[in-house]
């Protein structure tokens, strides 16, 4: 069953669990890779809503149902719903959809990728990560809003839309996550690199075994938890302020519109603001990419499908 704008019913695109002082946001859109269109993101500022204005929650733990955590922006499922008309919550802009050209995808991007992942990263709670096989490009926007990424040995990550001629993903947080050099490496090479690399650059806090995963998780969420909940806001609020000063936001401002002039030249000397790629070429170069690397894991790329 579809609704008036075609898009159909998948039923609860996120879930919401409490464990005590816990709480448990899933993606859910398994089949689907958990792909991330409009539904899921405002079900997801839902979920994060109920959870900083839930007293007794003190973490917030961002999971992924099925085997990966998420291949990414939905570019290519039957749920795709970028043609529709979403009520602002992250932006003080005008709506996307009656928009055209390079207005139309700022606007949309300007609120569902860059002020979204914005709004999130201020949750004054803690956020943890909990990854499992792809985390890719969109998906790289969901980890990296968290304040911890505990990621199982068999997660592997990537950003490939330089394929596309675009500066990576919207949330441009590279520099800040990885380093410089790193980011440059997982940038130019459109690679994906395993959960141990991702260690190793910063990426992520630890890597435990698949089957431990939520068990170590959850560990350490409860351990944050004995905190004082007023001490961790402004302890996590003084990190992210940092940060800041480090230049990640103006970064990040200048990155965006790098990233909207790439579209713009892409639909200007070629078919579309894509370069051309789809989900089905992109998923066929992440093939040849992953099959000539030897630093990268040996998941099938056909996971990547519909997404980017």
Same mark, same amino acid.
């Given at each position: ?67 990966? =955590? ?35 995808? =700022? ?78 490496? =997982? ?122």
């Amino acid at each position: 069953m579809s609704d008036e704008n075609g898009v159909p019913d998948e039923g609860d695109v996120v879930t919401y669990e409490r464990r005590g002082p816990i709480a448990i946001v899933t993606l859910n859109r398994p089949d689907y890779r958990n792909a991330q269109n409009s539904v899921m993101t405002y079900a997801l500022d839902a979920a994060f809503e109920r959870a900083v204005e839930d007293a007794e929650v003190k973490v917030i733990v961002l999971a992924g149902n099925g085997k990966h =955590f998420s291949a990414g922006h939905d570019i290519g499922t039957p749920g795709r719903d970028h043609h529709v008309r979403y009520q602002n919550k992250a932006a003080l802009w005008w709506d996307h959809v009656d928009r055209v050209g390079g207005d139309q995808r =700022f606007a949309r991007e300007t609120e569902v990728y860059l002020g979204m992942c914005r709004r999130w990263r201020e949750i004054p709670k803690p956020t943890i990560a909990m990854v499992q096989g792809a985390c890719i490009a969109g998906g790289l926007m969901l980890a990296w809003v968290c304040d911890l990424i505990i990621a199982s040995d068999d997660a592997f990550f990537s950003d490939p839309v330089v394929r596309m001629g675009i500066p990576g993903v919207e949330y441009f947080a590279h520099p800040w996550v990885m380093g410089p050099r790193a980011a440059k490496e =997982f940038l130019f090479t459109g690679d994906r690199f395993d959960a141990a690399q991702a260690k190793e650059w910063g990426m992520v806090n630890r890597v435990v075994p698949r089957a431990e995963l939520e068990t170590e998780t959850l560990a350490l969420a409860e351990k944050i938890a004995t905190m004082p909940q007023f001490g961790l806001a402004l302890t996590k609020k003084a990190v992210n302020q940092a940060e800041d000063l480090m230049g990640m936001r103006a970064g990040m401002d200048s990155a965006f519109g790098l990233h909207h002039f790439a579209h713009a030249h892409n639909a200007e000397v070629g078919a579309d603001s894509l370069g051309g790629m789809t989900a089905k070429s992109m998923k066929s170069t992440a093939t040849a990419s992953a099959s000539a690397s030897a630093s990268v894991t040996t998941e099938p790329t056909s996971e990547q499908n519909g997404t980017t």
